[in-house]
């Protein structure tokens, strides 16, 4: 299937000279988000994760399905001061930004295979921070998957693990 013509772009959002790809025709249609959760369910079998995390936002709505379709457990990585209970961030800086991701220190148990999931890689940087986070606490990253790689921004440079992309512009 075609999947990139599920994905619309706007330019200069959300800032000038910013392309934006827009998943949301992707998750709008039935058959295609359904295809999209088969392809990448069937790529992700090789790391037998324990655990899917998805980065916020829009990794929640690629890691709960394939979550439940691997039947393994599901864990946000969200921005600073989001999640409730005892919590260990990372900050980081990328080429346009900085920030900082948060997980719930109980929510992965030591030694547990996880795999990192986003929508879009772009610079890598907030993916390489979730990899680097769930090995602060304890994880063992097996790899990581996108819908879409940004390839112009070199993100695959800054990944140490194994990673799968839907498509690549």
């Given at each position: 299937?075609?999947?990139?013509?599920?994905?619309?772009?706007?330019?200069?959002f959300?800032t000038?000279?910013t392309?934006?790809?827009?998943?949301?025709?992707?998750?709008?249609?039935?058959?295609?988000?359904?295809?999209?959760?088969?392809?990448?369910?069937?790529?992700?079998?090789?790391?037998?994760?324990?655990?899917?995390?998805?980065?916020?936002?829009?990794?929640?709505?690629?890691?709960?399905?394939?979550?439940?379709?691997?039947?393994?457990?599901?864990?946000?990585?969200?921005?600073?001061?989001?999640?409730?209970?005892?919590?260990?961030?990372?900050?980081?800086?990328?080429?346009?930004?900085?920030?900082?991701?948060?997980?719930?220190?109980?929510?992965?148990?030591?030694?547990?295979?996880?795999?990192?999931?986003?929508?879009?890689?772009?610079?890598?940087?907030?993916?390489?921070?979730?990899?680097?986070?769930?090995?602060?606490?304890?994880?063992?990253?097996?790899?990581?998957?996108?819908?879409?790689?940004?390839?112009?921004?070199?993100?695959?440079?800054?990944?140490?693990?194994?990673y799968?992309?839907?498509?690549?512009?």
């Open positions: 299937m075609d999947y990139k013509k599920y994905v619309r772009t706007f330019p200069d959300p000038p000279g392309t934006f790809y827009d998943i949301a025709p992707l998750l709008g249609d039935g058959n295609a988000w359904h295809s999209a959760i088969d392809l990448l369910s069937e790529k992700l079998l090789v790391f037998a994760p324990d655990m899917l995390v998805g980065i916020e936002s829009r990794g929640f709505l690629l890691a709960a399905p394939l979550a439940h379709r691997l039947a393994c457990g599901f864990v946000m990585a969200r921005k600073s001061g989001k999640l409730p209970g005892d919590t260990k961030s990372l900050s980081y800086e990328s080429e346009y930004a900085n920030g900082t991701v948060e997980v719930q220190v109980d929510g992965i148990k030591p030694g547990q295979r996880v795999v990192v999931l986003d929508d879009i890689l772009a610079t890598g940087g907030t993916a390489r921070a979730t990899i680097r986070l769930m090995r602060e606490v304890g994880a063992d990253v097996q790899g990581a998957a996108f819908f879409v790689e940004l390839s112009k921004f070199k993100g695959r440079s800054k990944l140490d693990v194994p799968y992309t839907l498509m690549t512009y």
